[in-house]
């Protein structure tokens, strides 16, 4: 009986956890470099408000300037835009849409070094987390940030699971 209910615990647990916000290590452990097909990488991801793009790479070797879509074409960055340059750089997806990042460095964008990725609409229903607070999420703002969905199905769950403790 005991151990009944805390597997059903674990189990409405698991199925309330909300979908988090996403870091996505651009180039996964390759990192942001030269000879890397950053197209077929950024097909393999789903990237959503409240995620966060980070290049890692070795400092002065490359950088990362956002960019419109006719500098990703033309691998020019605009000079307005002020590059990032720390090797671990972090960037907040904070609006839904199409998005464009380069290397400025000799010719590396052209030679692949260039990013595009559709950022959809946030999963949850809650606000995207403060960038200055990462990670922390109190129990008040975890049980908001828990969609009207997976509550729906947590209710389900733990209505099924009290069914079978009955009958059991
Ligand atoms: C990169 O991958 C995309 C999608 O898989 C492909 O269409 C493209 O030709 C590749 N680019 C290079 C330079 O290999
Ligand atoms: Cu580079």
Known sequence: ???????IAVIVVVV???????DHWVGDDQGWKLDFNYTAWA???????????I????????????????AFK??????????????????SLASPGKKWYICGVGKHCEKGMKLAINVWPAE????APSPSSPGSSSSSSFASSISPDSK??????????MIVMIMT
């Open 74 to 91: 033309s691998c020019t960055p605009s000079s307005d835009v002020t590059p990032l340059t720390s090797g671990n750089d972090e960037i």
């Open 55 to 70: 290049f890692k790479y070795k400092k002065d070797v490359h950088n990362v300037y956002k960019a419109d879509h006719e």
């Open 43 to 53: 097909a393999t991801k789903q990237f959503h408000v409240g995620d966060k793009l």
């Open 124 to 127: 949850s229903v809650s606000p």
């Open 152 to 161: 729906f199905v947590a209710l389900l769950v733990a209505a099924f699971a």
């Open 16 to 22: 309330a956890t909300p979908a988090m916000a996403t």
């Open 1 to 7: 009986m005991a151990s009944t209910s805390v597997m």
